[in-house]
């Protein structure tokens, strides 16, 4: 893993100082109940997945946030042509979008169909639960409900009691873990599991990855921590994050959703963006050049020796915000799956230091709550 800050500011600041000799609070970080699903053994023993793996298995994700954007982020590095083959991921409860991608599959009872919502109360996944079973019914798929499996909390809630009446699966979702930190619980894990991946592999990928993270704490530390230095110093209000090879997108858009969500809760909070490289170099970089200069960067990238159009346009950006003296941040790291999970639990470092700068609850969202109690559908 390589990490890169344009200018790399050596503050010796109050904020520097209270962390210093704390190795960033990493012992407070990994106690997170988030890492347990690797770091305890005996996790996942109280699941039983055999019976439901199948090689022909195609799997229909429905949730909001993490509870999809969670396996979506881990299949698209793991194997990409999956996604949308194998592991469908349906986060936008628009009618027409939903009915063409049921319709461009021909169903059948290898299709397993995923309704994902902690609470059990989420307006959106009782939506799509609610459409899908009228669609499959419109196609004549019989006992399409022997293909359901609902996560969701074990309380008196919708999802829950909507399962048992109806003999549906119900895995219980873990109310320690929150959605978009739940990569490495049943919610992130289950739909690869379903198509044959190994729970094993998946866990000793994560679980390697914390330890090297662990040995490397206080590196990273310093990077982190001088890079929000650094956005502080040249008042920064946003922070621009890119992504130039498929197998990232998705963990940019989930970088996205933790940087707001734990985050955004005073009205001094930076505003994290995403964006797709070789798209925006032709719709924002004229901006992000010559525009206001309340932004800073943070590239991802996959290291390679390969001289392909992706690596031109990804360091032609960098140079080019340099020269103009934007703040600049990269990640690189190797093409596996060790090193994809180290950057995930980089990224949720990053988001507990800062919010460790802040004073903010990272793991609430109080606004959220309002949001969800306003929408009634």
């Not at 988001?351 to 969800?372: G, H, M, T, W, Y």
Request: hydrophobic share 35%; glycine share 4%.
């Amino acid at each position: 893993m390589k990490l890169s800050v344009s200018n790399n500011l050596n503050i010796n600041s109050s904020i520097l100082i209270n962390f210093k000799n704390k190795d960033f609070f990493f012992n407070e970080f990994e106690k997170n109940h988030f890492f347990l699903p690797f770091l305890d053994k005996n996790y996942y023993k109280k699941y039983n997945f055999k019976k439901l793996v199948h090689k022909k298995n195609r799997v229909h994700v429905f949730g909001m946030g993490g509870s999809s954007l969670s396996s979506k982020l881990l299949i698209q590095f793991l194997n990409p042509k999956e996604l949308d083959s194998k592991i469908f991921i349906y986060d936008n409860p628009y009618d027409e979008l939903i009915e063409k991608n049921l319709t461009n599959h021909s169903i059948t009872s290898h299709d397993k169909f995923i309704f994902i919502s902690k609470s059990g109360k989420t307006a959106e996944t009782k939506y799509f639960l609610n459409y899908v079973e009228k669609y499959l019914i419109k196609i004549k798929n019989k006992d399409f409900q022997n293909n359901f499996l609902f996560i969701t909390e074990n309380t008196d809630n919708y999802l829950r009691n909507y399962g048992v009446k109806n003999n549906i699966i119900c895995i219980d979702h873990d109310p320690d873990i929150g959605g978009r930190f739940s990569i490495f619980s049943v919610t992130g894990y289950l739909p690869l599991l379903l198509i044959g991946y190994s729970l094993p592999k998946l866990v000793k990928g994560a679980l390697d990855a914390f330890n090297d993270i662990k040995k490397e704490k206080s590196k990273i530390g310093k990077f982190l921590l001088d890079f929000y230095l650094s956005q502080r110093n040249n008042k920064s209000n946003m922070l621009i994050g890119f992504s130039y090879n498929q197998k990232l997108t998705a963990i940019n858009e989930w970088y996205r959703q933790i940087f707001a969500e734990s985050l955004g809760k005073h009205n001094k909070s930076i505003t994290y963006i995403s964006s797709l490289g070789p798209i925006d170099q032709h719709s924002q970089f004229q901006l992000y050049i010559d525009g206001p200069k309340d932004k800073s960067y943070i590239f991802f990238d996959l290291i390679s020796k390969d001289k392909t159009i992706l690596k031109k346009l990804f360091n032609g950006a960098i140079k080019t915000l340099k020269e103009k003296g934007n703040l600049v941040s990269s990640i690189s790291i190797t093409n596996n799956y060790k090193s994809y999970n180290k950057l995930i639990i980089l990224l949720i470092f990053d988001i507990f230091l800062r919010s460790k700068i802040e004073n903010v609850n990272f793991l609430d969202q109080p606004a959220v709550e309002i949001l969800k109690k306003n929408t009634k559908i």
